[in-house]
């Protein structure tokens, strides 16, 4: 196995870790009951459908 020749500096080591840690914006779909923007695999918080099936009553709200 090759070994380094030389010492790898805090900076570089970092910046290689950085590289690795951004944010991305997250997926979202949209519901086909009330086309609200929703995370994929959850309940739809405005109309409280999934899958074409009623799972949350929102009328009360």
Known sequence: MATPKYKTSKSKAASRKAANMK???????????????????????????YRGEMIVDTSDK
């Not at 914006?25 to 695999?41: D, N």
């Open 23 to 49: 944010l991305k914006a997250p997926t979202l779909t949209v519901c086909p009951t009330c086309s609200a923007k929703i995370l994929p695999h959850r309940v739809c918080p405005k109309c409280g459908f």
